[in-house]
């Protein structure tokens, strides 16, 4: 498998505040007739490739730099793949490197036992954990419950309920507030418009997310 099929696209989370780029999401992207899409398989890199698109990504962000990647459920019950990352954040400790842990349909059942025995083993070596998509799909409350505790941030997707604006605002600002209880930082994602930004300096969201702000892009 060549590193040229596959690269990490770079996308800034910002510090609505002061308006300074407070991390960078690394999307994974796959080379399909002369165009970066989304992987239809994810399951298809082996978590030593995966975990050598990641390094060299890092070594082309600034030092100190707060580096987020996607994993999914399956993904992230995988020690393999646990593993190789805990090894990138060992060879590269001036970088806060942190999973996301997103909402994508897997044909494997996820037990929240598993969840949570991963969570545990991830932020005992040195990872941080965040929730994404949070509020979507199987990504619920009662799911993510468990694992909470060893969470420092929770993401919420508002590109995701474009068509259910009052769904959107009562769910955004229930994981808002959870977050704000449990002194975790919030991230609201999918910010698009002027319209979107309001949504947020309504609510005085802290950190945000989106093509408002930057676009995913090549960056080496």
Not at 54 to 83: C, G, T, W, Y
């Amino acid at each position: 498998m060549e590193n040229k099929k596959y690269c990490l696209l770079r996308q800034a989370c910002y510090d609505l505040e002061y308006g300074m780029v407070d991390g960078y999401e690394l999307l994974l992207r796959e080379l399909v007739n002369d165009e970066w899409q989304v992987p239809t398989n994810f399951s298809l890199l082996s978590p030593d490739f995966f975990a050598e698109l990641v390094s060299e990504a890092m070594e082309h962000l600034p030092s100190k730099s707060r580096i987020m990647v996607n994993l999914d459920h399956e993904q992230f019950v995988d020690r393999k793949m646990l593993d190789a990352l805990i090894k990138v954040h060992n060879q590269m400790p001036d970088y806060t490197l942190t999973i996301e842990l997103t909402e994508r349909a897997n044909t494997k059942m996820i037990m929240d036992v598993e969840l949570l025995r991963s969570a545990m083993y991830a932020t005992s070596n040195g990872l941080k954990l965040s929730l994404d998509d949070v509020g979507t799909g199987v990504n619920q409350f009662e799911m993510l419950k468990p694992i909470l505790p060893f969470v420092s941030e929770l993401k919420f997707a508002l590109q995701n309920f474009k068509a259910e604006l009052k769904q959107a605002y009562n769910k955004l600002y229930f994981w808002q507030q959870l977050a704000n209880f449990q002194g975790k930082k919030f991230v609201l994602e999918g910010i698009e418009t002027e319209e979107d930004l309001v949504v947020a300096q309504q609510l005085a969201v802290g950190y945000g997310q989106g093509f408002y702000y930057d676009r995913p892009q090549q960056f080496y």
